[in-house]
Antibody, heavy 121, light 107 residues
Framework: QVQLVESGGGLVKPGGSLRLSCAAS????????MSWIRQAPGKGLEWVSY????????YYADSVKGRFTISRDNAKSSLYLQMNTLRAEDTALYYC??????????????WGQGTLVTVSS | DIQMTQSPSSLSASVGDRVTITCRAS??????SNWYQQKPGKAPKLLIY???SLQSGVPSRFSGSGSGTDFTLTISSLQPEDFATYYC?????????FGQGTKVKIK
């Protein structure tokens, strides 16, 4: 069965860095686009970033552009999010998400349980 | 960026009620809309993709409709396990965006 397991969250001071990892299993990782989606405590869902199956196409939300870097290692079935210059507003549960498609229609069909990032002094 | 606006933000309903949640996109997104359900402390779950396609394993009481800028999620007969927060999302262009959520509460 499909599993996505995030790690790397924790408490960090403003301006600090963290690297999130997501270990994928139960499917051919290199066939799928992947995303990071976050949810601040008590708030809604916010799309953060997206990477194509090969890693050649990457998009970011404006709120993280220039500070966050998404990457993947298909040999290790792993997804990463390098987060630099962290701000209090980056505090959230970060989900690793698989993107599937039906023709041109993309959707998020499997989600991890999330890893919590807290940015506070 | 495309804004997705859901209404209402919350609603109270009884078991057996028909419930409708709407989502409006700030520009036309054809049928590139999805719906998710999230229960407290859990990851979101995909319900509907491509505006009206039911995800495998999702009960048939859930349905989606719409195209262009206006979309609807309908629960034909609300069940106890359906009390949750529902989100729409567009996959028409990057950045992908979500609606703010609609919380369905017990009346």
């Amino acid at each position: 069965q499909v599993q996505l397991v995030e790690s790397g969250g924790g408490l960090v001071k403003p301006g600090g860095s963290l690297r999130l990892s997501c270990a994928a299993s139960g499917f051919t990782f290199s066939d799928y686009y992947m995303s990071w989606i976050r949810q601040a405590p008590g708030k809604g869902l916010e799309w953060v970033s997206y990477i194509s199956a090969s890693g050649n196409t990457i998009y970011y939300a404006d709120s993280v552009k220039g500070r966050f870097t998404i990457s993947r290692d298909n040999a290790k079935s792993s997804l990463y999010l390098q987060m630099n210059t962290l701000r209090a507003e980056d505090t959230a549960l970060y989900y690793c998400v698989r993107a599937d498609d039906y023709g041109d229609y993309e959707f998020y069909d499997y989600w991890g349980q999330g890893t919590l990032v807290t940015v506070s002094s | 960026d495309i804004q997705m606006t859901q209404s209402p933000s919350s609603l109270s309903a009884s078991v057996g009620d028909r419930v409708t949640i709407t989502c409006r996109a700030s520009q036309s997104i054809s049928s590139y809309s999805n719906w998710y359900q999230q229960k407290p402390g859990k990851a979101p779950k995909l319900l509907i993709y491509a505006a009206s396609s039911l995800q495998s394993g999702v009960p048939s009481r859930f349905s989606g409709s719409g195209s262009g800028t206006d979309f609807t999620l309908t629960i034909s007969s609300l069940q106890p396990e359906d009390f949750a927060t529902y989100y729409c999302q567009q996959s028409y262009t990057a950045p992908r965006t979500f609606g703010q959520g609609t919380k369905v509460k017990i009346k």
